[in-house]
């Protein structure tokens, strides 16, 4: 099965969940921006929580299936429509043969997920499949997509053999099927144009002054244009330290608050570079990436100290809430019973 991109979108691109262990090379993680987004939207088609899929940023692609493929879109709601009628997110959907996939009007987020049941067949790199523009490392060719890409799609596990074949039983006729069943909200990531971040203190968080720590937890911060999957660099009151250091490089990560000289901070996303030498204030939680993932240019953010033991307990929440959707698929999985919606109703 292949999939053909008609129009490429503003930017849409091969991730996976990233490329892990070779950062002591100097190469970067890269991967997804918001990583339960596209984990969930890998569950929901029988893959395994890491299988490459798209990342939709913005202004989404147009993609054409030649065959019949399973399939689902989650994260930021970009309008998608399948063959001009609108579709759902958070779902499990059968895209017959010759459909066509497009995107609207952003009404939330800024980065849609699709995933295709046996992921995006394209050659891993370090492995990974994950995409990062800036070496032309992996993906496609190692770069966004283009019109007239054509990718190919891996076999399906027999786990979205059998949802394949519970919304074609379903179906009745219709062009598409939609299911019943999907993610439960209150599973989801708390979404805004405007999110608080959780934060714990950063390795030189004692360098600031007190007026600038004050600052950084009682004021908004706007994402500046010049953001990108590097790095969100964020507008507001500058942040100083007590006095001039010289500084060792360290490790960084998603989600390391780092403070240049301008004192404007710049929050690490999942293209950050390996190692970082400006003063890191703060470290936003990993359960709060995906709420600073789709949040879009010209939005706000704030944060909020929490302790080592909140963030790590709702690290377990989230991941006991991804263990719940994959524990429910597969009993859906075994007694074939989930409610099917033809496309349209």
Not at 291 to 305: E, I, K, P, S, W
């Amino acid at each position: 099965m292949s999939l053909v991109i008609v129009k490429p979108g503003l930017l849409t691109t091969v991730q996976d969940l990233g490329r892990y262990g070779v950062q002591k090379f100097g190469v970067i993680v890269s991967g997804a921006m918001d990583a339960f987004a596209l984990r969930a939207a890998n569950l929901l088609v029988g893959n395994e929580e890491h299988e490459a899929g798209l990342e939709i940023t913005m202004i989404g692609p147009e993609i054409y299936f030649s065959d019949a493929a399973l399939i689902s879109v989650c994260g930021g709601d970009l309008s998608p429509t399948l063959n001009g009628r609108e579709l759902p997110p958070w779902r499990t959907v059968l895209a017959p043969e010759g459909s066509r996939l497009r995107f609207g009007p952003i009404k939330s987020g800024c980065r849609a997920y699709l995933a295709v049941a046996g992921g995006l067949d394209v050659p891993p790199r370090m492995d990974s499949r994950s995409t990062y523009l800036r070496a032309g490392l992996g993906g496609h060719e190692g770069r966004a997509l283009q019109a007239g890409d054509r990718l190919a799609t891996g076999v399906p596990s027999p786990g979205g053999r059998r949802l394949a074949e519970m919304l074609a039983n379903g179906a009745q006729g219709s062009d598409a099927a939609v299911s019943g069943w999907s993610v439960a909200s209150d599973l989801l990531p708390s979404y805004s144009a405007s999110p608080t971040l959780r934060t714990v203190a950063g390795q030189e968080s004692e360098l600031f002054d007190e007026d600038s720590r004050r600052r950084f937890f009682g004021e908004a911060f706007t994402v500046r244009t010049e953001s990108d999957r590097m790095g969100y660099r964020l507008a507001g009151g500058a942040l100083r330290l007590k006095a001039q250091r010289d500084l060792i490089s360290a490790a960084v990560t998603f989600g390391t608050v780092q403070v240049p000289p301008d004192g404007q901070p710049i929050v690490l996303m999942a293209d950050r570079q390996t190692t970082g030498g400006y003063p890191k204030l703060a470290q936003v939680i990993s359960a709060d990436l995906p709420l600073l993932a789709q949040t879009n240019l010209g939005g706000q953010v704030r944060f909020r100290a929490v302790s080592l033991q909140e963030a790590q307990e709702q690290y377990l929440n989230r991941e006991k809430g991804i263990r719940a959707l994959r524990s429910g698929l597969a009993q859906l999985q075994t007694n074939r019973n989930g409610k099917v919606i033809a496309h349209g109703e």
